[in-house]
């Protein structure tokens, strides 16, 4: 049996149909990680012991009748490091956070317990989620498993990473300005963005509060839509997670996509990109309208400055956010010290990587007296020309079709020598953020290296079930594609 | 010297009584074993999010209402960034671009008449913890029991003239605020505090003067000194052609002078913006008039009012509405012994002098209405005389001790046999028999002596009325 290539429901449907028992999924999942994670460097700590004992405690659950209706009972689950797991270190891939022990769990940490999932691990991230690579990990980086010489994408680049080399059946990521998207685009898996406010960020370790958002990477549309039923919904200790009528994602899809709208904005096919990518992407639309979908190239509106925007909004609730990392109460305190001014500077000063600085210190100029107006208030304006834009497009179409990065997975190490370069590859995935929508990046071949291209389709606001059924819709009419060197 | 006008504005600072706080649901009770009474969200631990206590807004809006101010319907919330030790998350969130409340004023007596002070704005935020240091140790440790007590700030205008008018306002405000009940206002534990903002300028001047903020003011006694001192001292540094520095100063009570401590070139940059982890607060038509239905009756009402409905002098009715503890005891005892001007009489002598004797605030004033109120139904009925009710009356403020019970286990009771105190009565005289020929002979002072030692020899437990009587009767035979 080739346990780990199996997908997360598909393995929990077994499970229930008693083939295997959840310990087995288990002990498969740890061999496999024991088997690749040397070279993929997925996980910032996995929770062998404690994934043993809670598959035990989840078959008891399941064998006394409980959790048939649970699409995730039994399947191993892998935690971005950002996602507060109570008693088991939460270190957002950061020195600063090394030894912080959350003495809580996040609402989607209960929501997946609750649901008979089992946490298998901690994945590495880049720092605070800042960074488009995983390179920028107190850790290490992690490496593509379909190239090692190659990034996974970032920020959720160990989770992308772990899902393409089965290390994890399903992995939990967050996405600010493409976090999800990107990485599960260079590892060739399907990962989704919820609708801002569709999953509860409390334990959520906070990066940009008003574009963060938690989703499932997974090596199908029909694993996320799984993941989502599960883990989305309303929670009273998140104001900003607003309360839906109906979840049920996985009901959606349907297999069926006739006379869906798909647009194209044609200015996505533009400079700095990849023309295999583009290829790509046009092979896929072809493939969607061959299914009956009406596909077609437009114009959206004020795209131009979502990037500059993005990162003064980012960075601005950054450095609010990340200011209470001071070597007062938690996490890493500088050794040395004379006084309480210089304990805030060293600490921070060892404590956090460069990047994380970076962007904490545009945050800070941007809010400053005088320039708030130039900077944050006009990149607010900019978000708010972006929703307009797309509401525009939503009147005409029921999903939005793009490239999911302009490339394909890059060389480790190239990023970070020119980081204005790392923040253009967020062209496709900031502005989704930025308007609050839902968007899915979905594996659709190869390029010429052998390296996986995403597409993404974008929802209008709540619409995950549309863009899940054509992501699913797409992935019938083809065998996923496994990274070649995990065989 | 020039003749010069201080100008006054103050930021109060009122902690809310709300059962738990601001974004979580921690208790707000003063005091505490430190770092009991906080929680991840409190604490502003990682991955944490806020969600706002819905009695706060209410409570910021019943203060709004109260103080003539305009509601902003739909309001946000922004963050504050600073870095202190006792600020976990290193900002507090508060309100900045969208206060709840705009443009109030209430009215304070000078001695010139009545005057308008204007309320700029209200806004809501969290209070910090408390820093304690320790100087056997020499440690500083933090307390965080009080992150996230909700906060109202009030800012008024500039528009305080003196010391005498800095204090109207805020006794005016405090009663204002403990009669919405909103705030127990108890400035010695820190729930109403006050920053001045003053400054000086020639009289007749159209300019303002460079102001000085003294922060954290919590007694009126130091705040009209206060006010005082720094007006002095800037006076001084005009004359001496010097100028004043714009900074923020501490008041030392002790040495009866203020510090620098740092000028506006130090000032932080806050960097505000809006708080993403709130959604903007809607009030509703429904929700503002449901409040608004709900306001208590205030003091200048209830002055009026108890004129006209108990009879009780003006000058009672204002003393006993100068605090809304006193008043509450007014009308539950009132209410349960209908006699409304005897219990006005209890509470304006004897209360007023206990809580003198015992230094007692105001708001610390513990009275059960149900006992006093059977206290002077004692006395009605004639079952203890006055002397003794003041004497059982102490025990009821400083013991909570039941009347009825305390009377009758110390046999305090009045005698009501007749032929007991005609035989006393009787044996006074026949022992006095100067007093007797000097009342005879037209002293009537002697009477009361009588009357005194009758008192005296019936151990205090005789009703006056009939001593009076009886000797009276005794000495015309």
Known sequence: ??????????????????????????????????????????????LAEEARERAKEVQRRMDAGELADSPLAGVPVAIKDNICTKGIPTTCSSRMLKNFVPPYDAAVIERLQAAGAVLIGKLNMDEFAMGSTTETSWFGPTKNPWDVTRVPGGSSGGAAAAVAAQEAFLALGSDTGGSIRQPSSFCGVTGIKPTYGTVSRYGLIAYASSLDQIGPIAR????????????????????????????????????EIKGMRIGIPSGYFGDGLDPEVERGIRKAADVLASLGAVVEEFELKAVDYAIPAYYVIASAEASSNLSRYDGVKYGYRT???????????????????????????????????????????????????????????????????????PTTAVKLGESLSDPLKMYLGDIYTVSVNLAGLPGISVPCGLDSRGLPIGMQLIGRAFGEKEILRAAHAYEQTGEYLFAPCTE | MKVYETVIGLEVHVELATRTKIFCGCSTKFGGAPNTRCCPVCTGMPGTLPVLNKKVVEYAIAAGLALGCRITQKCKFDRKNYFYPDLPKAYQVSQLYLPICRDGGIEIDTPAGRKT????????????????????????????????????????????????EVVAYLEKLKLILQYLGVSDCKMQEGSLRADINLSVREMGAKE??????????????????????????????????????????????????????????????YRYFPEPDLVPVEISDEWLEEIRARQPELRDEKMLRYEREYGIPAYDAAIITASKQMADLFEAAAALCGRPKEVSNWLMVETMRLMKEAQTEPEDLSVSPEKLASLILLVEKGTINRTVAKKVYEKIFFEDVDPEEYVKQNGLGMVQDDSLLRSTAESVLAQNPQSVADYKGGKAKAMGYLVGQTMRAMKGKANPAKVNEMIQELLSR
């Open chain 2, 117 to 164: 002070i204007g309320i700029h704005e209200i806004h809501m935020e969290e209070d910090a913890g408390k820093l304690v240091h320790d100087p056997w140790d020499d440690v500083t440790l933090v307390d965080y029991n009080r992150c996230g007590v909700p906060l109202i700030e009030i800012v008024s205008e500039p528009d305080m003239r003196s010391a005498q």
């Open chain 1, 220 to 255: 199908s549309a029909e694993d996320c839509a799984a993941a989502l039923d599960v883990i989305s919904g309303t929670d009273l200790r998140d104001s900003t997670c607003i309360p839906k009528e109906s979840y049920g994602y996985s009901k959606a899809l349907t297999g």
């Open chain 2, 208 to 269: 303002f003067g460079v102001r000085t903020e003294m922060k954290n003011m919590n007694s009126f006694k130091a705040i009209a000194r206060a006010v005082e001192g720094e007006r002095k001292r800037q006076i001084e540094l005009l004359e001496e052609g010097r100028r004043v520095v714009q900074e923020t100063r501490r008041w030392d009570d002790n040495k009866d002078m203020s510090f620098a401590m740092r000028s506006k070139e130090d000032a932080q940059d």
């Open chain 1, 1 to 46: 049996m080739e346990v780990t290539k199996w997908g997360a429901k598909e393995l929990s449907d077994r499970i229930k149909a008693r083939e295997l028992s959840a310990s087995e999924a288990v002990e498969a999942q740890l061999a496999q990680i024991e088997r690749k994670e040397t070279r993929y460097h997925c996980y910032t700590r996995v």
């Open chain 1, 335 to 405: 050794p040395k010290y004379e006084d309480l001014q210089e304990v805030y500077l060293k600490t921070r000063s060892e404590g956090f990587g460069g990047e994380v600085k970076r962007r904490m210190m545009i945050g800070a100029f941007v809010l400053s007296s005088g320039y708030y107006d130039a900077y944050y208030n006009k990149a607010l304006k900019v978000k708010a020309l972006i929703k307009q834009g797309f509401d525009e497009a939503f009147q005409k179409y029921d999903c939005i079709l793009g490239p999911t990065a």
